[in-house]
């Protein structure tokens, strides 16, 4: 699955002339946290957090009287507190390489481009909603999490089985054990009976390290 796929079209932008409290508006009404910040010719020069925003704020301890309060924030532009370094993917980037980029930079959002023109933002929200999908959250069933030994050929001894024995597999997943030489399998099965599964994960030599239905 690549980026293009889940990212936001058309994302919402400022200018770098745009000032504190109207990008601060525009987070809160379109309900974002970061805008990416283009110049008049269209091309990404900067993003803003709602973080950067927020600090830049005057705090409710300050000794200026209000008027010279919305003096000087009225004067406070996106230019100077946007990040001017900006971390981008292209949209044909692999969604599991945004994530790794995200959690690397410490970053919960990204720019997405098509050469030198930003189409799309990809951020945490959406990859919490593909972490949703993998895993059938919304999807009822037999829960399944597996402990079992590295070895080849496993996933397909596993897949047979419960399709000979009539489940249908929602979802599945594998994921670093307790060692490198473990594995756990997680997945999600519908039209089987959990007594019928237990059965088949005994035969395959598995320990069963949560099962539920869910």
């Known amino acids: ?32 946290r970061r805008l990416p910040v283009l110049d008049k010719q269209g091309k990404l020069v900067g993003i803003v957090v709602e973080a950067d925003l927020l600090h830049a704020s005057p705090s409710p301890a300050t000794t200026l009287s209000v008027y010279e309060l919305n003096y ?15 971390v981008t993917i292209e949209e044909d980037c692999p969604l599991e390489e945004a994530a790794r980029i995200m959690v690397d930079n410490d970053i919960a959002g990204l720019p997405v481009m098509r050469g030198d023109k930003l189409v799309g ?10 972490f949703l999908e993998l895993l059938g959250a919304r999807n009822p069933g037999l829960r399944v999490t597996i402990k079992v030994a590295e070895q080849q050929g496993f996933l397909a001894k596993l897949t047979g089985a419960l399709s000979e ?21 997680a997945f999600k099965v519908q039209g089987i009976a959990c007594d019928r599964v237990e059965q088949i994960l005994t035969g395959l030599g598995a320990d069963v390290v949560d099962l539920r239905t869910c």
């Open 1 to 32: 699955m690549l980026v293009k796929e889940r990212m936001t079209r058309h994302p919402i932008t400022i200018n770098p002339d745009t000032s504190l409290h109207e990008a601060l508006r525009i987070m809160r009404d379109e309900k974002v």
């Open 72 to 86: 000087l924030v009225a004067r406070i532009k996106v230019e100077d507190l946007m990040s001017r370094e900006v």
């Open 121 to 130: 933002m990809i951020t945490e929200s959406d990859l919490f909603k593909i």
């Open 165 to 185: 024995a009539g489940a249908d597999i929602v979802t599945l997943g594998t994921f670093w054990g307790d060692d490198i030489a473990n594995r756990e399998i």
